[in-house]
Each structure stands twice: as structure tokens, then as C-alpha cells.
């Protein structure tokens, strides 16, 4: 799959060099470590040549996108994945790598210059058996606690850290949105939802206004670099990990994706 590959989408999969690692850029590190991995690097090399190959050449082959950046998450080492996913940085051109490595426009964007009402992408994951159960994961798992400092109780910071990871290749699939800050969302807006204004700022939050999915995020970037050490087994079964979710949270299966956010509030002040 590499050889096919053109040298401005091998620079993706190669790491930048030794010397801006030992600066501390850990975007580099991370992907270090996945290249050294030989499974991480195959699955790697897959959605590459999905996302970025065949965008290159005029093609966005959204579906096939989307399902290698699924199977890089549901059967990758998930150390070297996350790391990969919330590698912090601290400048401009390691920010716009890690935003480009994981969802570049052919899996982030739609098919249009602007980004449409957070109601669609919304509206197609409702439908989705593949993204609908991975949505319910993450509102359950990531739903804020207030009697945590950081709006996120240690226990449920990896289970929101799967659950996010999770939406990665799904019709919600969010993305850094700038790259002087860790902040997420999804390529959407609300400012033509017309009188469903209120639910797709509901929804965009989710991701914008969340502070357990910050909590969650910064607490992974603080155990490094132990994380790159701390591997998970590769012979379990990660895609049921990943779609962990508390009892509650299976309860609510059947349920519409809006309807059910005014329930994961008040189970975060049980």
C-alpha cells in the first residue's frame, strides 16, 4: 500500500526527524512509535491511501475513508491510536499536521465549499447502525459530572477518551478546529437550522461546550509518555471497548440522539 503512495503523503506517515523530537514535539513521537509498530503502521498506511491516495487524484471515496479510519481505531494498538489522536502541540505546523492525520477532507468535510447544518451530519448518524451506537457511546460516557473539578470524574475519562476515538470515520466525525488550541468539532454549523436552532447548538456542544471531553483529553496528554508504554492487549477485542458504555447508557438505545441529552445531565448530578 505505501509504494503506492505519492512523497507528499508519505510525509504523513513519516516521522519528521529526531531533532524536533527531542524538542519535545510528541505529535512526532506518537508517530514514531506507530511507524515501529507493524500493525499500527499497516492500518495506518490503509486510510492514507483511502483518504489522501485517491483524494489526490480527484476522488474522494468517502465510504471506503471512513471505514479504514475505523478499523485504524477498532483494531490498532490503542496506546499508539490515542496517541496518535491527542498528541498536544505546541506550534503551528505540528497542530496542522495533527489535524490533517486523522480526518482530512475527504472523511471530514462534505461535498460542498461550506460546512452544512450540524442537523445533517446529525440526521445521518441517527440513521446509521454503525454511527448511531457510537454517538449514544459518547454522549453517555463524556456527559459532564458538576461535582468534578474539571467537569469529568476520573473514572469516566477513559471510557470519554474511547467513546470520542469512536466517532472517528462516522458521519460526526469531529476534528481539531484550529491549531493554536486542543479545541473539537465537527465540520458543521448552526447557523441555517431555521427553527431547530436550539437542537443543533445542543448537538455542536456536545464537542464545543463539553468540559469532560476537555478533562478527558488533557488528562491523556498529562500521563505522557508513559501512554506509548502502557499497550494495550491486541488479541482482545477493542471495537467492544470502544463501544463501552454503562448500563445507563444501554438503557437509552431506541431513543432519539437529542431527546436523550436532558437524561445524561441529570444522571451526571446522581
Not at 475527504?106 to 440513521?127: K, T, Y
Amino acid at each position: 500500500m505505501v509504494c503506492c503512495l505519492g512523497p507528499a503523503l508519505l510525509l504523513l506517515l513519516l516521522p519528521l526527524g529526531s531533532v524536533n523530537s527531542a524538542g519535545g514535539n510528541r505529535c512526532v513521537d506518537a508517530a514514531e512509535a506507530c511507524t515501529a509498530n507493524a500493525l499500527c503502521q499497516r492500518l495506518r498506511s490503509e486510510y492514507v491511501a483511502q483518504c489522501l491516495g485517491r483524494a489526490a487524484q480527484g476522488r474522494c471515496p468517502r465510504a471506503r475513508c471512513r471505514r479504514a479510519l475505523r478499523r485504524f481505531f477498532a483494531r490498532g494498538p490503542p496506546a499508539l491510536t490515542y496517541a496518535l489522536l491527542f498528541c498536544p502541540c505546541g506550534g503551528s505546523a505540528c497542530a496542522e499536521r495533527r489535524r490533517q492525520t486523522f480526518v482530512p477532507s475527504c472523511a471530514f468535510s462534505g461535498p460542498g465549499p461550506a460546512p452544512p447544518s450540524c442537523l445533517e451530519p446529525l440526521g445521518v448518524c441517527e440513521r446509521s447502525r454503525v454511527c448511531r451506537p457510537r454517538l449514544l457511546a459518547f454522549q453517555a460516557s463524556c456527559a459532564p459530572a458538576p461535582s468534578a473539578p474539571d467537569g469529568c470524574l476520573w473514572d469516566q475519562r477513559a471510557r470519554c477518551v474511547r467513546a470520542y476515538a469512536g466517532l472517528m470515520g462516522t458521519a460526526v466525525t469531529p476534528n481539531y478546529v484550529d491549531n493554536a488550541s486542543a479545541r473539537v468539532a465537527p465540520w458543521c454549523h448552526c447557523g441555517a437550522s431555521g427553527n431547530r436552532r436550539e437542537d443543533c447548538e445542543t448537538f455542536r456542544g456536545l464537542f464545543t461546550r463539553n468540559p469532560c471531553l476537555d478533562g478527558a483529553i488533557q488528562a491523556f496528554a498529562s500521563r505522557w509518555p508513559p501512554v506509548l508504554l502502557d499497550q494495550l492487549n491486541p488479541q482482545g477485542n477493542p471495537e467492544h471497548s470502544l463501544l463501552q458504555v454503562s448500563s445507563a447508557g444501554g438503557a437509552l438505545e431506541g431513543h432519539s440522539l437529542l431527546s436523550i441529552l436532558p437524561v445524561l445531565a441529570l444522571l451526571a448530578l446522581l
